[in-house]
């Protein structure tokens, strides 16, 4: 029977009568055929029983009129041989109604990739989170960036886990990666967060910082934290997250950044990691940072870091740190850093220390200063700085 005979005679009423073996087989043209009023007049047992090559030949004006019952009668094999130019003929209300089985039946490197954005707004957070990896993979970086918070939101932390680099680029900083859950930003891998943009760092909350795994905050690269905010840096856990950090990363924060960092935080850190730290870095330090400082960490320090160091935050170190001070941390202090130097530290440094002092630097102290010197300290001067000295 010739299509346009078939279209003429059966009535709008007539297709929802007919049984599924007749419906079987008519060919592909006949079905392509049909008005759309035809199409949307079968019932939800007659489109469940549909070839494959059937569903492939309506076009995409018939399949924009599927009532979304119809839609979510057919199986997941029929949904995996749509054509995508079907697919994305569909509306976002037909979409919403989709079966979350017949969801992952959609091929991934195909039929995903060509869905249009409100279609995927559509979708229920129920449906996301039912996705496979593969499909998700499949989305392109425009999809993503039109993504609900919601919806992103609902995907798991093993999805996340899936996605590519340059689709967690192209998500908004400032609304889709501020709502994620700590769970799924633990999920990311290390080549994942060494590939995002720094507004979509600066877009994280403090509280999102605080909960990232350390072999996550390794993977940063320099120039992404030169650009973190000083409350996310303040909100990373101490003693585990800091320890962690390479040094070449501590050397790309900014003066700002240092300033802000509570005491537990700078304590946490090695003594790798501040013999490595720019001596800008360590002025930005305030007097109360300093006087936090482990003597080990004191005792890290490079010459130049002491030269560079303000008479304040010298002031601010107390005998005991001073006590730790290497001695080629003393002979790098200038002659006006000795003369700031107040009197309790002088009395803590020991033989060994004294002995390593310029004559200079020990021409810089004046007789309150010395006054506090501890009888070993000057015993333990030699003849050359005596014959030296004022």
Known sequence: MATDDLVAMLATVQWGALATDDLVALITAQWAALATDDVVALTTSQWSALATDDLQALTTAQWGALATDDLVSLTSAQWAALATDDLVSLTSAQWA????????????????????????QGLTSAQWSALATDDLVALITAQWAALATDDL??????QWSQMASDDLV????????VALATDDLQAL???????????DLQGLSTRQWGALATDDLVSLI???WSQMAPDDLVAMAATVQWAAMATD?????????WAVLATDDLQALTTEQWAAMASDDLRALTAGQWAAMATDDVQALRAAQWLAMESGDLLALSALQWAAV????????????WAALQVGPLNGLSSV????????DLNALDRFQWASVATSGLRALNSAQWAAMA
């Not at 990363?249 to 950044?257: I, M």
């Open 353 to 360: 220390q004294w002995q390593a002092v310029e004559t200079a």
């Open 170 to 177: 192209a998500m908004a900083a400032t609304v889709q990666w």
């Open 153 to 158: 939101q609902a995907l798991t932390t093993e």
């Open 326 to 337: 290497s001695t080629e941390g003393l002979v790098a202090l200038s002659a006006a850093q």
């Open 97 to 120: 109604a989709l079966a979350t089985d017949d969801l992952a039946a959609l091929q991934a490197a195909v039929q995903w990739s060509v869905l249009a954005t409100d279609d995927l």
């Open 249 to 257: 990363d501590l050397v790309a924060l900014t003066t700002a950044q």
């Open 222 to 224: 320099t120039s992404q």
């Open 189 to 199: 891998t290390t080549h994942q967060w060494s590939a995002m943009a720094s507004d």
